[in-house]
């Protein structure tokens, strides 16, 4: 559900676009609402109190969601073509001024004080797949021991990092309900992404040692029906995240090695390349 809300320039709750993306979400919380009534019975039954209040819901009505999305729509900004790092004032403020930022470990996330919007467990990601018989048969040792009529099988898989390995992430999204999200006071907005990247992946190796650097958007992985066996689990998510809409960072140490601490980094001041945003 949280994947289809958004705060739009008018401050006002709405859904996202019917886009391809909007639609395949919308397709999912169909799917969802159908299973709930073939559990339940109709709406609301199996709604209870557990499932709407396992988490505080995200106040996208606030006086902070109106000053985000009065002071976002003014940017003129258009998705995809900057890169937005969100926190408070203070942490944002030295990160425009000195190019000041921490590279967490992957295990970091999973802390519970942590809200619903940062917390998750990076490293690792279960998945489950519908194999046919033909499939079960490349798979087991004895494909004899298979029966004829056999329909699919789920299979669950635990994908699983290995090791520990840093992370930055940044969002793509220009969408206000972030502040709320994140619990942001203020932003810095970053125009030239390539430029970025390229002080950020220069002076991380300088600090890291011996690593594997991979950065990309972050691939965001429904577990009932993902589209790939092929997983990098520091650039993957559960899809519930991907309102997010994250570009990452990793660096993987080597050799690989159970937990690493973090390590804060200075860029230099970004101004000519970054706006700050303080709302």
């Not at 609301?44 to 819901?57: C, Q, T, W, Y």
Request: proline share 8%.
């Amino acid at each position: 559900m949280l994947n289809m809300l958004t705060v739009t320039p008018e401050a006002k709750i709405g859904l996202l676009q019917m886009d391809r993306v909007g639609a395949e979400l919308m397709e999912k919380w169909t799917h969802a609402l159908e299973e709930m009534v073939q559990r339940y019975g109709p709406y609301p039954a199996g709604f209870d109190r557990d499932i709407l209040h396992s988490e505080p819901f995200p106040d996208f009505a606030s006086e902070l969601a109106q000053k985000a999305a009065d002071r976002m729509s003014k940017l003129e900004l258009r998705k995809g073509e900057v890169f937005i790092k969100l926190g408070k004032r203070k942490y944002m403020e030295a990160l425009f001024a000195a190019g000041q930022l921490r590279l967490q470990p992957g295990s970091f996330f999973s802390n519970p004080d942590h809200n619903q919007a940062v917390r998750d467990d990076e490293m690792s990601l279960p998945l489950s797949f519908m194999l046919t018989r033909e499939q079960i048969i490349r798979l087991v040792q004895n494909p004899e021991d298979v029966p004829p009529n056999v329909t699919e099988q789920r299979l669950d898989i635990q994908f699983e990092s290995g090791a520990d390995f840093w992370l930055y992430c940044v969002t793509q999204s220009i969408d206000p309900r972030l502040f709320v999200d994140f619990n942001a006071d203020a932003c810095v907005v970053i125009r030239d992404r390539r430029k970025f990247s390229q002080r950020l992946l220069d002076k991380a190796k300088g600090r890291l040692g011996t690593t594997e650097a991979r950065q990309g958007r972050a691939n965001y992985v429904d577990p009932l029906l993902p589209k790939s066996p092929k997983i990098f689990v520091p650039l993957s998510k559960p899809f519930g995240y991907a309102y997010q809409d994250e570009f990452r960072f990793c660096w993987l140490p080597k050799p690989p090695v159970k937990q690493v601490g973090h390590v804060d980094l200075e860029l230099g001041p970004l101004e000519d390349i970054a706006e700050l945003i303080i709302l």
